[in-house]
């Protein structure tokens, strides 16, 4: 039985996985653009999820609605977060951009228990149908949805990338930043613009998330901050593709770490990993070759 | 067509730029020379917006371009080969190409462009789908080159484009930079190879540590003496006397 466990652990592993992925793909790009981290990522997803479900429980609005409000709401939350945390300081000053967005998280945290004071607050379910069986396996239709929505986006924001002036423009400044600013590309713009995008993927993610589990806690902004920091790393700084396999792995190994060893060591296992990572492979498991590579080119350079 | 009047660029309390008045005239090549450390670089920025100067102004074609961002500046008809060259290194010889038009809206022109800078670069066609960090020093610094033109710059900062590349390929640098003069480019030089550089220049500035020091027409100097002022240091009574003087037209 233990071959159809690792089975099942694995489908089910993928399917939570897929949001960890949503959320490592917008850490990524600010991450990319930036070169520091953002703290208040997690929370801003937060901040767009209280307000989506504010509107539900007030005005009882359609859960479409309640996505558009979740979209819009980290959007501007994210956009408020890069004037304040971001813009002010060069890229020089990392610890300050990061206090910064620790403290701001504080403040949206704050501002939330404002909006919503219940510790627990029901949130527009997804998809109400019994589960699917597949042979012997069992799936969620709602973590389908996940998953696909997962696959929509992450090929939107490739395609993106790779084939649009405003996707040139992103990667010009991730690679190279000063050169950007010399071919003529408005570095800040683009800065501000993948900020509010990795934002509002980040919104569709807490949506998601909070839509399976029809409910949410503002805890749900630590949470995201960390499962998108960890899937990040795991994936290796700055890739889309690595995003995407980072957050999958991390969702496989969480739910065997459930299966097997108790629901407990469940959230540790993200908190270890991160551990071990920044020990042992700072550049991440993926993100080793592209580090090699840029640091050969810094070498010749 | 580019008009420096008293630039001063500091780097937090230090002064890099202490001064700097010069000029570039249309459809020539103007040459810059100095020591390590003479302040070249910064007033490349300077020029580009990439650096705010504290003090002074900068106009280009007769506007005033001081403290402009550095994409204002490359609308205004600029493009800077920066010191080190600065290829988009995770990024194929074709997409630096793309970036290096990036505020161009005329697509189908753009492509043609990159055909013939193809034509002028064969190695670039060749490796066009490589990454350009992958490029040996020599082809990066093509790609720079080309990457600067595909803004269709009418005035083409160099920043010691020769720098760490073999003999030969120094040579072809600067055929290229006779060729792209001749089709109408204006060109200003940063070099440390005065020999090359005095071949190819119809203006020369010479600047040390912050300031311009003298400034002339390579035919009307030995070379040994702008070698020796360059790099053996003049002293303060002999320099300056020439800076305002020759400032060509
Ligand atoms: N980012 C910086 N921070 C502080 N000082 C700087 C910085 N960049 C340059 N400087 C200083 O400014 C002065 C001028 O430097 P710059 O790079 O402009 O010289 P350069 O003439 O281009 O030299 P080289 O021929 O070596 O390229 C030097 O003393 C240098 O140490
Ligand atoms: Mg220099």
């Not at chain 1, 010009?172 to 071919?183: F, G, M, S, T």
């Not at chain 2, 402009?68 to 600065?86: C, D, I, K, T, Y």
């Amino acid at each position: 039985m233990v071959a159809l466990d690792l089975a099942q652990n694995t489908l089910d592993g993928l399917m939570v996985g897929s949001s960890y992925a949503l959320l490592a793909i917008g850490f990524t790009l600010i991450f990319g653009v930036m070169r520091r981290l953002n703290l208040a990522y997690g929370p801003t997803i937060m901040a767009g999820v209280y307000l989506g479900t504010a509107a539900f429980i007030s005005l009882g609005a359609p859960i479409l609605v309640v996505l558009a409000i979740v979209i819009l709401g980290a959007s501007l939350v994210g956009l408020y977060v890069e004037r304040l945390c971001f813009r002010p300081f060069g890229e020089g000053a990392r610890t300050a951009s990061m206090v910064a967005s620790f403290a701001l998280w504080m403040q949206i945290e704050e501002a939330a228990m404002h909006l919503l004071p219940r510790h627990m607050n029901p949130f527009p379910a997804l998809v109400a149908s019994a589960p699917l069986e597949i042979g012997p396996l069992m799936l969620r239709a709602d973590h389908l949805v996940m998953l696909a929505a997962t696959l929509l986006i992450a090929g939107a924001a490739t395609y993106l990338l790779a084939r649009t002036k405003l996707g040139l423009a992103i990667r010009a400044v991730i690679d190279q930043p000063r050169a950007a600013a010399i071919v003529g590309i408005d570095v800040e713009r683009v800065m501000m613009l993948t900020f509010v995008l990795a934002s509002a993927i980040g919104g569709i993610a807490g949506f998601l998330i909070a839509a399976t589990d029809a409910q949410v806690t503002a805890m749900i902004g630590m949470w995201a901050t960390t499962k998108g920091l960890v899937a990040m790393m795991l994936g290796g700084l700055g890739s889309v593709k690595g995003a995407i396999a980072g957050g999958l792995l991390l969702g496989v190994l969480e739910a065997h770490a459930q299966w097997f060893l108790g629901p407990q060591v469940r959230d540790m296992v993200a908190w270890g990993l991160l551990f071990v990572l920044l020990a042992f492979w700072p550049g991440g498991l993926m993100g080793a070759k592209a580090l090699d590579r840029t640091m050969a080119v810094g070498r010749r350079v | 067509m580019l008009d420096v009047q008293d630039i001063v660029t500091a780097y937090g309390k230090i002064e890099a730029l202490k001064g700097v008045s010069l000029a570039v005239a249309e459809g020539r090549i103007t040459c810059l020379l100095g020591p390590n450390g003479a302040g070249k670089t910064t007033l490349m920025y300077s020029i580009a917006g990439v650096l705010k100067p504290r003090r002074g102004t900068i106009r280009l074609g007769g506007v005033d371009i001081t403290g402009q961002s550095p994409s204002a500046v490359v609308a205004r008809g600029l493009a800077l080969v920066p010191e080190n060259r600065l290829v988009f290194p995770q990024m194929s010889v074709a997409e630096n190409l793309e970036a290096g038009a990036y505020q161009r809206r005329d697509a189908a022109e753009v492509a043609t462009d990159i055909e013939r800078m193809y034509a002028r670069f064969p190695r670039l066609k060749e490796r066009h789908a490589q990454l350009a960090g992958t490029l040996s020093g020599g082809e990066q610094q093509m790609l720079a080159v080309a990457r600067a033109l595909m803004s269709r710059p009418r005035i083409l900062l160099m920043d010691e484009p020769s720098l760490g590349l073999a003999p030969l390929i120094v040579e072809e640098i600067f055929r290229i930079v006779a060729e792209l003069n001749k089709d109408g480019v204006t060109i200003f030089l940063v070099e440390q190879n005065v020999h090359m550089a005095l071949k190819v220049a119809h203006h020369f500035y010479l600047m040390e540590q912050g300031r311009v020091t003298f400034s002339g027409e390579p035919g009307k100097l030995a070379e040994d003496e702008v070698i020796q002022r360059a790099y053996l240091g003049t002293s303060r009574q002999t320099s300056g006397d020439t800076t305002s003087s020759h400032k060509p037209g």
